[in-house]
Structure formats: C-alpha cells, structure tokens
C-alpha cells in the first residue's frame, strides 16, 4: 500500500472493503444457485460471477468456472462501448450471448447489472452461465458447422430498462428452446441475483465513501500485479514452446495442431500461439476473448493460485498473440460451440511449456480435458437435457501425489452433480462410478486416478460425447516419473450389437436399454518410481490404487498377496537390478 494512499493508516478498512466485494460475489453466486430452475446451475455450478470497478477491472470473483471469469470482462468492457456509460442508467439491465463477445457459446449468456452511486457509475456485478437450451440443432452441437447451427444467438442488447424486464426478450428466448420455462427461468434469476449484488456493491460505496472505495480496489490491483511480477521474475528469461494437438473433433479424420510459446522477459510474459493451425470445419473454433481468458488462467497458476484472489492487476503483465483466422482467433461466422476444448488445452501447455524452469512448484501433466456426455432426452412431458463427466488424475508434483478424481482446472469449479437429481428429472440411472487402478502414472510421486463412470437409459436419447486424448498419454512425467495411464473415451452401448468405442463424437442415438460407460485416464507422475517409498506403495495396493503386478513392474516393490505387505528382501533384490 503507497505512503500516500488515504488506507495506508487504516489497514483494517482497506480490508473491511475487499472482504465486502468478495462477499458480494457470494451472495450472487449463492442466490442465483438458490433460484435457478436446471441443475446445470444449481448442481452442477456451470457459471461464473464477478465484480467489477467502473473501469471494468475485476476486482471480486466466486468460485465458479475460472474460464468463464477470465473472458467475462472483454463482455462488459464491449456492453459498455455499445450502450455508452452516459446511456447506462440505475435500474439496467444488460445481456449478450454472440460467442464473438462473450467467449462461450450461446447458452452462455452474459447478464450484467449496473451499480450507482450519488448518479454517478461505480461498477458492474456480472455473471455468465448456461442458462439452458437456446435452439441448437441438438443439445451439444459438437460438430456445428458455423454459429447458425448453434441457436439463439442475443447481441448486447438491455434485458431491463429502469427496472422493467423487457418480456419480448424472454418471448424471443422461450420460442426458440426447447426447455422454455427453465432457461427463460434461468435468465430471471440471473437477473435478480446480479441486480442484488449491484445494490450491494452502491450500498459498500456509500458506507465506505467512494474515495475510500476507489483506493482500496487501486491497492488490490497494484499489489496484485506487483505479486505476479515477482514471481515472473523468478522465472529464467527466454521462449519456453510446447505443441499438442485436438486429437477428436467430431469430424472424421480430423486433427488440429496446437502450437505455444511463452515468451517471459523480467516480469513480462507474451502467449504467442502463432503456428497453431486454422480455424477447421466445426465447432471447435476459439473466439479471442476464450484464448486470452486460457492464458489469464495459465498465468494464475504460474504464480498467484494460493495467495491472490482473482482480479484484474494479475493481467497486467500479460501479452496474448493470436493471428486471425487462427483456432485461437475464430471470426464470425465459424462455429465455436466447444470452444472450451482447445482453450483449456492452451491453459495447460502454458504450463507445460515453463514446467523445466520451474518443475520444483508446478504438477506434471494431466491427462488432458475432461470426458463428458451430453443427452437429449424426450419425457411425457418435456424436454431433458441430462449431462455428466468422467473426472481425471492430475499430475504429481515434488513432494505430493496428484489429486485424483477431479475436474480439469479449466472447469474446476464445476461439481460433479448428485446422480440422484438427474435421476429424479430424467428415466436415466448412473450405475456406478470408481477410480481405476493403475491408472496414475508411476513416479516417486503418483499421479492421481481417472475414473470410470456408467449410465444407463430407460429411454432413447440424442447423445453427445466430449473426449480428448483418446490414445497412449505419452509425455508428462517429470524428473523420471511415467506418464498417466489408460484411455479418456466413452463406450457406447457395451455387450449389444451397436456397441463402439468413440472420442469426441454428435448425434449418438441411444436406445432405451443401452449403457455408456465413459473413462476418464490418470495423470503422470513425479520422479524415479523405484524411488517411491516402499510403505506408500503397499498403501496404494491396500486401497486398490496399484495392482500387485504393477507394484512390482512399475515400482519394483514385490507385495505378497496374502498379507498385501511387501517382502523386503525381494524388493531389494528387485530395486537393486
């Protein structure tokens, strides 16, 4: 805090109001959880909420989707330019869904709320979420061909003008979804919980003084990026490349090559993904607003996670290149409908990019984005749209074990939601979920598990499927540690004659009776497996973790079956060859 700053004698204060601003983002969050109508909001948390100055910096977030806040900011900063701030007045209300805007795709809608003080601008409380369905030409169009493909599509426009909901939006929405009441629903209760976190954030202006406001947000800002600086400086100078591909596309035969490299200078850091290939055929296209929010999360890890909360003073140390007409700089009107593919694959190469020059603090690789399923599903009465994920391992680091059973960290704040409200919404049954064996890759350190998770269905569904690195997970491992195992795909009804075995795949047609099974793979691991302690291996093999084959093979620890204790002389015998 600056000598001259009016906080700088009343530390206490300058505390009271961040602890306010991250206290509204809460309660937006919480409220909008509380009132949403479909579990992908109120379960499954597919949102993000934020606070932001008047300056348009983000200065509060909630945990939510940390790809969603990264990009929520280019979303206001245009809502603005198209109304004006001297048109923006108390009591609006502004929304936009155009994934050239927002980042995301059109379920993904943009609702901002205005905040006010003494008439005068002081910020905005927004959120983005999918709301529901919007039209596509089916639930998850993996394979859209451009954006018309993809539904509704609401430029910026004012949801609420001085406090009255404009119904003919909601017209517009409701007759173009297939589950109208619950995504016009959805757009309500984001409007009610924004607008509530915008009286709250006139209401910490007002208590405080709005010179004591500005001061504090300007010292969060500063000292934020005074924090990333040092960090980045940490980090020896020079270019630090890593390359990967989209190895499941929804169209046959086709791959997309992904190039990276991280340019650090002193406390700058430039994301260049020059070389990486054309926008393709699908829906896989990254408008610039997603590629920039993957590198803003990528930076976070590299320095901030677990000191910092998120706000706008950590990016500015942050140069994003991304050519036009790139993968990661989609123009109108290609499709971007699983965007997120290719963006959280960025978010984890930057990493993987600097992990030699900073492998004492940074996890090996994960074993890439999450395996997912999204189905359509006609009831008696209505449209469902039921989805799960197969979560992964994540990668060992010095000294810890990965996490296993997790989101990738480009959708960490989405839970896995309970079986049992799917369930109650939808004829579908989840059999089983449980971490796969041998799975993490091998190392002093263990990878984590991947998953393997069942579905049935008691009627025909429409089927989408999002898997990536269906292959071998070479690479990853660190300092002598193996990569993860097993396969991210998803089997389509197994033991009957219309079983296969798909990655990223659209339009599947289930019939009522049959079974997926998706399977989430592990991350890799740490360091030499022999050098793995012998006691941390038997607990491996006691929980199901390790086989007693794989103990022996991969870690050279020879386990007797009978006690699943390790026989010590065989072990040495075994580790000293």
């Given at each position: 805090m600056s000598a001259d700053s009016p906080l700088a004698g009343d530390p206490v204060g300058a505390a009271v109001v961040r602890a306010a601003l991250a206290s509204t983002a809460r309660e937006v969050f919480s409220q909008f959880v509380r009132t949403a109508l479909t579990p992908t909001i109120y379960e499954a948390h597919d949102f993000s909420v934020a606070v932001f100055d008047d300056q348009v910096n983000v200065v509060a977030d909630a945990s939510g989707l940390p790809e969603y806040v990264g990009s929520l900011t280019f979303t206001v900063e245009r809502l603005v330019e198209r109304f004006g701030r001297s048109k923006i007045e108390p009591g609006d209300v502004l929304t936009?869904?155009?994934?050239?805007?927002?980042?995301?795709?059109?379920?993904?809608?943009?609702?901002?709320?205005?905040?006010?003080?003494?008439g005068r601008l002081v910020g905005f409380c927004a959120l983005r979420g999918h709301v529901g369905d919007v039209g596509a030409r089916n639930d998850y169009p993996a394979d859209a061909h451009s954006i018309y493909e993809e539904g509704l599509v609401l430029p910026p426009l004012k949801l609420v003008s001085g406090g009255v909901f404009n119904e003919d939006v909601a017209k517009i929405i409701a007759a173009n979804s297939r589950m109208p009441r619950e995504t016009v629903g959805n757009v309500r209760s984001g409007v009610g919980a924004t607008t509530q976190g915008a009286r709250k954030l006139s209401r910490i202006v007002e208590t405080h003084g709005e010179p004591t406001y500005r001061r504090a947000i300007a010292d969060l800002l500063d000292g934020s990026e005074l924090k990333v600086r040092e960090m980045l400086?940490?980090?020896?100078?020079?270019?630090?490349?890593?390359?990967?591909?989209?190895?499941?596309?929804?169209?046959?035969?086709?791959?997309?090559?992904?190039?990276?490299?991280?340019?650090?200078?002193?406390?700058?850091?430039?994301?260049?993904?020059?070389?990486?290939?054309?926008?393709?055929?699908g829906a896989l296209n990254v408008p610039l607003a997603q590629t920039v929010a993957a590198c803003r999360l990528a930076l976070k890890r590299l320095t901030t996670q677990d000191s910092v909360p998120a706000n706008s003073g950590e990016y500015r140390s942050l140069r994003v290149v991304a050519p036009e007409g790139t993968i990661f700089n989609a123009q109108r009107p290609v499709?971007?409908?699983?965007?997120?593919?290719?963006?959280?694959f960025l978010s984890e190469m930057i990493v993987t990019a600097v992990l030699p020059a900073i492998a004492d603090r940074a996890p090996a690789q994960s074993s890439g984005h999450t395996t997912a399923f999204t189905a359509g599903i006609e009831t008696a009465y209505k449209h469902v749209s039921v989805d799960d994920i197969a979560p992964i391992g994540y990668g060992a680091q010095a000294g810890l074990d990965g996490e296993s059973a997790l989101e990738h960290f480009s959708i960490a704040g989405i839970p896995v939601a309970s079986a049992e409200v799917w369930e109650s919404k939808a004829p579908v049954l989840k059999?089983?979920?449980?971490?796969?064996?041998?799975?993490?890759?091998?190392?002093?350190?263990?990878?984590?598990?991947?998953?393997?998770?069942?579905?049935?269905?008691?009627?025909?569904?429409?089927?989408?499927?999002?898997?990536?690195?269906?292959?071998?997970?070479a690479g990853?491992?660190?300092d002598g540690g193996l990569p993860g195992r097993g396969h991210n795909h998803v089997e389509v009804a197994p033991g009957t004659p219309d079983e296969r075995r798909l990655g990223m795949s659209t339009d599947v047609r289930l019939k009522a009776g049959q079974n997926i099974v998706m399977h989430g793979a592990g991350g890799a691991g740490f360091g030499d497996p022999h050098e793995r302690d012998v006691e941390a291996v038997e607990r491996d093999v006691r929980r199901g973790y390790v086989s007693i084959g794989a103990a022996r093979d991969d870690y050279g620890v020879v386990i007797d079956p009978q006690t699943l204790t390790a026989d010590e002389a065989l072990t040495a015998e075994l580790r000293s060859r």
């Open positions: 936009c869904s155009d994934p050239f805007i927002t980042g995301g795709h059109p379920p993904d809608l943009a609702i901002v709320s205005p905040a006010f003080h003494d400086e940490a980090i020896p100078d020079g270019e630090y490349y890593a390359y990967d591909k989209v190895d499941e596309t929804a169209i046959a035969g086709e791959e997309i090559a992904l190039v990276c490299c991280v340019r650090i200078n002193g406390s700058e850091i430039e994301v260049d993904v020059t070389g990486s290939d054309p926008v393709h055929d499709g971007t409908f699983m965007m997120h593919v290719a963006a959280s059999k089983s979920i449980a971490l796969v064996a041998d799975s993490g890759g091998p190392g002093r350190w263990r990878g984590g598990l991947g998953t393997r998770v069942e579905w049935s269905f008691d009627a025909g569904a429409d089927v989408t499927l999002q898997s990536e690195r269906t292959g071998d997970l990853g491992g660190l």
